[in-house]
Nanobody
């Protein structure tokens, strides 16, 4: 089993940057693909980025390509999301998730474990 705890969300002005972190427990963290999703009030949870178990493959939603970067440190059991050039539409609760499949996916149902989320608010 994997437990996930996100951190780093806060209020930031448009154009600013944030770095989200996700700390994972469990000895098998390195075998999981990891993903970031976000959910705005009244909307569905949307894919943001994913990274394969070894970090060799990364995937991004079109809306964040060129602005966000996902990375992981298997020695520290952590995954990160660097967010630059933030826009008000990036506002939402950001969730970290673990996929035992290992390759990375944009589909919510492919993920086995979820964190509690961290709030990101981008003001205009």
């Amino acid at each position: 089993q994997v437990q996930l705890v996100e951190s780093g969300g806060e209020l930031v002005q448009a154009g600013g940057s944030l770095r989200l972190s996700c700390a994972a427990s469990g000895r098998t963290f390195s075998s999981y693909a990891m993903g970031w999703f976000r959910q705005a009030p009244g909307k569905e949870r949307d894919f943001v980025a994913a990274i394969s178990w070894g970090g060799g493959r990364v995937y991004y939603a079109d809306s964040v390509k060129g602005r966000f970067t996902i990375s992981r440190d298997n020695a520290r059991n952590a995954v990160y999301l660097q967010m630059n050039s933030l826009k008000p539409e990036d506002t939402g609760v950001y969730y970290c998730a673990a996929d035992h499949g290992g390759r990375g996916s944009a589909t919510v149902d492919d993920y086995d474990y979820w964190g509690q989320g961290t709030q990101v608010t981008v003001s205009s």
